[in-house]
C-alpha cells in the first residue's frame, strides 16, 4: 500500500507556472505507475498525465501535453506535475494517484489516491 500527499497548489495568475509535488510513503515507490488527474467544480474527474514507474512511458491528455510535464524521482519518492502557460480554465482540484498494474488514463484503475492539492488560475 502507498499514501500519497500532494502539494504546490495556489494561487497564479494567467500565464504563470506551478509545480505540484506528490510525495509517497513506503518503500515500493518504484514499483507504482503514477498518475495526475484534476476535477473542477460541477465537473468529472479529468485524467493529465501517467508516468510508468521507470520514468520512461508517459501519457499525456491532449488538452494539456503541450504545456504540462509529468517526472519522478524514485530515490525521493515524489512526482512532479510542471504546469505552464496556466489558464483560468485550469482551475481545479489535483489529484496524484498511483498504481502497480500500469500508467493508464482510467482513474478507475488506480486504487491509491491522494488528498488532492487546490490550483486557481486568475484572468
Known amino acids: 500500500q502507498v499514501q500519497l500527499v500532494e502539494s504546490g497548489g495556489g494561487l497564479v495568475q494567467a500565464g504563470g507556472s506551478l509545480r505540484l509535488s506528490c510525495a509517497a510513503s513506503?518503500?515500493?515507490?518504484?514499483?507504482?505507475?503514477m498518475g495526475w488527474f484534476r476535477q473542477a467544480p460541477g465537473k468529472e474527474r479529468e485524467f493529465l498525465a501517467a508516468i510508468h514507474w521507470n520514468g520512461y512511458v508517459k501519457y499525456y491528455a491532449e488538452s494539456v501535453k503541450s504545456r504540462f510535464t509529468i517526472s519522478r524521482d524514485n530515490a525521493k519518492n515524489t512526482v512532479w506535475l510542471q504546469m505552464n502557460s496556466l489558464k483560468p480554465e485550469d482551475t481545479a482540484v489535483y489529484y496524484c494517484?498511483?498504481?502497480?498494474?500500469?500508467?493508464?488514463?482510467?482513474?478507475?484503475?488506480?486504487?491509491?489516491w491522494g488528498q488532492g492539492t487546490q490550483v486557481t488560475v486568475s484572468s
Open positions: 513506503g518503500r515500493t515507490f518504484s514499483t507504482y505507475a
Open positions: 494517484a498511483a498504481n502497480s498494474r500500469g500508467a493508464f488514463r482510467e482513474d478507475g484503475l488506480y486504487p491509491y
